[in-house]
């Protein structure tokens, strides 16, 4: 193509079916300076925020690529919920002296496919920055309000519950408060949220959504599912939620200060 050309936007929507039309959409990403003992965590990561579930995974090792194989959800049946159809994923590993080298490819079709090359490879940096943190000296402990949610997975959900609930429909959020502070607050499940990759706001399932995508498992969720609570000094609160399946980024929580009524609110990233 001559330099200088520019494509008028139909020209560049029928690339794009094309790229589409093959079955593929391809990704490249690098980070210097990393091993090879992180460079299959950081991918795994990368794929789990895009909503990816790694099913086989060969680690690499200098001079021998790796790879990652992965899978997530795209389709559900609109009476039982249960997944229809997979987009899949692979993600080829090479790491050397100077570092690892990621190269994607799915099978995702449009339009989540258009924006995988930037997606992955934005993640993979997200994902190495940080590993990069140092972890907190053992001699300085949090303070305040410590909070730590994790959303599990397919293999994580299928170990904690007996059953793959993201693939119900379900996805089940660990979470748990700390308070290290000096004083009281009141916790109230209901006031979470969760924020998708596309910036979605999700609030929990109701237990009536629940009964409806994961009747098999109700009573292990309800029982395990993290109950309001008064957090005086030095107490805690754990347990699960559960949200629609979807791929999230961030929770947000709220706690009120009992003194002043006052409502305190916090942001996690995963």
Not at 60 to 66: F, L, Q, S
Not at 158 to 182: C, K, M, Q, Y
């Amino acid at each position: 193509m001559p330099v200088g050309v520019r494509l008028r936007p139909a020209v560049l929507l029928l690339l794009l079916a094309g790229c589409a039309a093959s079955g593929l959409m391809h990704s490249r990403a690098s980070q210097p300076g990393m091993p090879c003992t992180e460079a299959a965590r950081v991918a795994r990561g990368a794929l789990t925020r895009l909503a990816y579930e790694s099913v086989l995974v060969t680690p690499p090792a200098p001079g021998t690529p790796g790879t990652i194989v992965a899978k997530k959800p795209i389709a559900y049946d609109g009476v039982s919920h249960a997944v229809t159809r997979y987009a899949n994923a692979t993600v080829t590993i090479t790491c050397s002296n100077s570092g690892a080298t990621f190269d994607a490819a799915t099978d995702e079709p449009l339009p989540g496919s258009l924006t995988f090359k930037s997606d992955f490879a934005s993640t993979v940096a997200a994902v190495a920055a940080r590993r990069e943190q140092r972890p907190r000296l053992a001699s300085r402990p949090e303070t305040g309000i410590v909070i730590t949610v994790e959303p599990l997975r397919g293999g994580d959900a299928r170990a904690e519950f007996d059953i793959d609930l993201p693939a119900a429909g379900v996805t089940p959020v660990r979470l748990r408060i700390e308070n290290r502070s000096e004083r009281t607050y009141t916790f109230a499940p209901r006031a979470v949220r969760l924020i998708t990759q596309e910036d979605a706001r999700a609030k929990p399932l109701s237990t009536a959504d629940l009964a409806t995508r994961a009747a098999a498992a109700q009573p292990a969720l309800q029982q395990k599912q993290i109950a309001a609570a008064t957090l005086p000094p030095g107490a805690s609160v754990a347990g699960f939620l559960y949200f629609p399946a979807s791929a999230y980024r961030r929770a947000t929580i709220v706690l009120i200060d009992q003194a002043s009524e006052e409502e305190e609110g916090f942001s996690v990233e995963f």
